[in-house]
């Protein structure tokens, strides 16, 4: 299983952008993935998920802001992209997505881990 975050950048408060997992060694089908973040000094914080099991799920502090959701499209069906609006600096965060059978907001569920994409909200 690999997973692969990308779409990191820096952008001012109240920007947008917009982040994307592709995995590939497992199908969408049966795999939950999840977008978790870490900051500087901070655990690992449970972002989001969506799964036709499980349905979406988000974190308190991005609900509103952020929204998650799956590419249907037969040539990108193993990607999860996270729309992020009206960025606060409190999101600045390496953002990892993660991969289960189920959606889980601890991450001590997941064994495997994308490499992070760096998220840096600044005026």
């Known amino acids: 299983v690999q997973l692969q975050a990308s779409g990191g950048g820096s952008v001012q408060p109240g920007g947008s952008l917009t982040l994307s997992c592709v995995a590939s060694?497992?199908?969408?089908?049966?795999?939950?993935l999840t977008w978790f973040r870490q900051a500087p000094g901070k655990d690992r914080e449970f972002v989001a998920c969506?799964?036709?099991?499980?349905?979406?799920?988000?974190?308190d502090p991005v609900r509103g802001r952020f929204t998650v959701s799956r590419d249907n499209r037969d040539n990108a069906k193993n990607t999860l992209s996270l729309q992020m609006d009206s960025l606060k600096p409190e999101d600045t965060a390496l953002y990892y997505c993660?991969?289960?059978?189920?959606?889980?907001?601890?991450?001590?569920?997941?064994?495997?881990w994308g490499r992070g994409t760096l998220v840096t909200v600044s005026s």
């Open positions: 993660a991969s289960d059978v189920a959606c889980h907001r601890s991450a001590g569920w997941y064994d495997h």
């Open positions: 969506v799964s036709n099991r499980d349905g979406t799920h988000y974190g």
């Open positions: 060694g497992l199908s969408l089908d049966r795999y939950v």
